[in-house]
């Protein structure tokens, strides 16, 4: 069994709403086992044989039928979310800044994520691989800051997604094996 962490994109915004014991509950009828969600957000972790790629397609596929949307979603093997976390250069949050993770599930698609935000003014983030990269924002102005307005525009809706260092952290702790 593989150890895996899900991230769902805009669970629980933009109307989209599920209820993580519904999920939950939903996902029992997949190759899944070990099932937990976190932080009511779209952090999910779990066991399964199959591939990340085989997760992601059956992930998506069980959020399409239990809950009509279309469903995007970023899987991580459990080790690499605690290397990602590990490799990240920039703080915890303090009041003045917060410390984010963009996620994706397509490495063309990040890298010219990575590029257009590393042009824009103000804009302060390392790759941390194929699969994210990690950025500041200054707290309370998050949403305002230029690589998030980059990276919330719909070209990157469907391969990516965005945690912030704290909720990474719970994740990897979450995931991590027994």
Known sequence: MNSYAVFLRGVNVGGVTIRMAELTEALKSRPFSAVKTL????????????????????????????????????????????????????PADDKSTHTYLTLGSDAQVLAELYAAGSAADGAELTMLG?????????????LDSPFSKLSSKPK??????????????????????A
């Open 156 to 177: 990157y809706k469907a391969s990516t997604t965005t945690r912030n260092l704290r909720t990474m952290v719970k994740v990897r702790d979450a995931a991590a094996p």
């Open 130 to 142: 194929p699969e994210a990269l990690a950025w500041l924002a200054p707290a309370g102005g998050t």
């Open 39 to 90: 932080l009511a957000s779209g952090n999910v972790v779990l066991s399964s044989e199959l591939s990340p790629a085989g997760v992601k397609k059956e992930f998506e596929a069980c959020l399409r039928e239990a809950f009509g949307y279309d469903a995007w979603v970023v899987v991580l093997a459990a080790e690499r979310v605690s290397e990602l976390v590990a490799a990240c250069p920039y």
